[in-house]
């Protein structure tokens, strides 16, 4: 048995070995890291982008106070009140056909690729008759991205993450 310890033939292989399978490790470990990367990228610029065309179906409103001199959305009242007045859109529905998503998950190779849920809007109106240019039209969402991993044999839990997103509406006069 002393023999077979003190024999040093063969140890450069085993050597190799680990390095090669430490290697890939930390190969297989950085794809999943660019993976979820990129995945959660993409649903950001697409939040983004919906939230965007909210933001853009909301130019009515947003004009109508632009013509006396605001950049609100507000309207004047049958009382000669001015109201508030703005719509959240279908941010959802806008989501859904750009990642085709089914009920809030992608699904790709017949496996749950990621899962949206938690969908907030808030659309926050610039201030009326405001005497600053600082305040302006702006639409927020926010999502939780659940996403599987494929690295750990199941034995990780999902990556989940709150995305947010905004965008506004600044008048160029």
């Known amino acids: ?70 950049s609100g959305g507000y309207q004047l009242s049958e009382t000669d009140q001015w109201e508030e007045q703005v719509d959240s859109g279908a941010v959802l529905m806008k989501l859904s056909d750009k990642l085709g998503l089914i009920e809030g998950t992608k699904y790709a190779g017949g496996y749950m690729e990621y899962q949206l849920s938690d969908l907030d809007i808030q659309i926050n109106n610039a201030t009326f008759a405001t005497s600053d240019n600082d305040s302006r039209f702006e639409a927020e969402a926010w999502v939780t991205l659940t996403v599987p ?12 993450i709150r995305l947010k997103v905004d965008a506004g509406y600044s008048p160029k006069f």
């Open 149 to 160: 991993l494929s690295f750990g044999w199941d034995h990780l839990p999902p990556m989940e």
């Open 1 to 70: 048995m002393n023999r077979i310890m003190k024999d040093r033939n063969g140890n450069a292989a085993l050597f190799a070995i680990i390095i090669i399978l430490c290697l890939m490790l930390m190969f297989t470990v950085i794809s999943e890291y660019l993976r979820l990367q990129i995945i959660a990228s993409g649903v950001r610029d697409a939040l983004q982008s919906s939230v965007i065309a909210v933001a853009t179906e909301n130019y009515d409103e947003v004009y109508n106070g632009l013509r006396e001199g605001y």
